[in-house]
T-cell receptor, first 112, second 114 residues
């Protein structure tokens, strides 16, 4: 069985400060990892994904995540957040079963 | 390319009724997945369809069912609604539905059961 744990349900951070949203996973098979973002009253949008190769993946809006197999983690980071980054972020795992397993989400609140 | 569309966006039903939700995937995508999102349980997988065949099903009672049509459009049905079925139902489409495929989500249908 697979599982995803997002360690923080809420993360408040001041504008222009760095942020890290933590994600740990458990799986007995090869994994593919995703971060999705959900803005209020909207569906989920893909932020970035790790399939293979370089363990550091980046998004077009300044987020990055590093796949760490030994620590079974896929933490999301941004060096300087903006008000517009306020949203809920979901870490998800794909592991060969035609479904994504999601973490419970982390609500990022950016404080002006 | 048009995104994933879901209809209706909002629904209010009463206990015991049934409901049908619709999802139109991105053109060319053959896999459609459904998820239930609630504040307490988060995002939970309901089922996945590919070329009209259900390939995987989550841990939900038989009141939850779905189907996919030859044009890849999908519907899900919930019969004998319960208060706990109130949730945001999200549909996602992908090209092949494999673990490496990006799933593209619709805006969801918010179901309220009174």
């Amino acid at each position: 069985a697979q599982s995803v744990t997002q360690l923080d349900s809420q993360v408040p951070v001041f504008e222009e400060a760095p942020v890290e949203l933590r994600c740990n996973y458990s799986s007995s098979v090869s994994v593919y990892l995703f971060w999705y973002v959900q803005y209020p009253n909207q569906g989920l949008q893909l932020l970035l994904k790790y399939l293979s190769g370089s363990t550091l993946v980046e998004s077009i809006n300044g987020f990055e995540a590093e796949f760490n197999k030994s620590q079974t983690s896929f933490h999301l980071r941004k060096p300087s957040v903006h008000i517009s980054d306020t949203a809920e972020y979901f870490c998800a795992l794909g592991a060969g079963s035609y479904q994504l397993t999601f973490g419970k989400g982390t609500k990022l609140s950016v404080i002006p | 390319k048009a995104g994933v569309t879901q209809t209706p966006r909002y629904l209010i039903k009463t206990r015991g009724q049934q409901v049908t939700l619709s999802c139109s995937p991105i053109s060319g995508h053959r896999s459609v997945s459904w998820y239930q999102q609630t504040p307490g349980q988060g995002l939970q997988f309901l089922f996945e369809y590919f070329s009209e065949t259900q390939r995987n099903k989550g841990n939900f009672p038989g009141r939850f069912s779905g189907r996919q049509f030859s044009n890849s459009r999908s519907e899900m049905n919930v019969s004998t609604l319960e208060l706990g079925d109130s949730a945001l139902y999200l549909c996602a489409s992908s090209f092949g539905g494999t673990s490496t495929d990006t799933q593209y989500f619709g805006p969801g249908t918010r179901l309220t059961v009174l």
